[in-house]
């Protein structure tokens, strides 16, 4: 069984910064890809960024881009979303998903963890 847990959430002003961290407990998966998602109140989920841990490559969510960044660690199983410049139209909560070793569809969630930036 694979459990994700998100930390980091919070309140921050205007242009500040957060950093989530996405851990799994369970068996470890060292390979396949991590995602982080979100999802407004009212709105749909949407795709912020992902990480692909065999070799680390990236990618952005246009609204993510130049101000997020999504990396990970490889030697604790750890992978970040650090948000910079945070505006209202980012709060949300965040998701972290992962996929199998290989695969494409994100099969494990965990619970989210809410992100309020204040005007």
């Known amino acids: 069984q694979v459990t994700l847990v998100e930390s980091g959430g919070g309140v921050v002003d205007n242009g500040g910064y957060l950093r989530l961290t996405c851990q799994t407990f369970g068996r470890t998966i060292r390979f396949g890809t991590v995602g982080w998602f979100r999802q407004g109140s009212g709105k749909e989920r949407e795709f912020v960024a992902s990480v692909r841990w065999v070799d680390g490559v990236t990618e952005y969510a246009d609204s993510a881009k130049d101000r997020f960044i999504c990396n990970r660690n490889n030697y604790e199983g750890l992978v970040y979303l650090q948000m910079y410049d945070l505006t209202p139209e980012d709060t949300a909560i965040y998701y972290c998903?992962?996929?199998?070793?290989?695969?494409?569809?994100?099969?494990?969630w965990g619970p989210g963890t809410q992100v309020t930036v204040s005007s």
């Open positions: 998903a992962r996929t199998e070793p290989g695969g494409s569809e994100y099969i494990y």
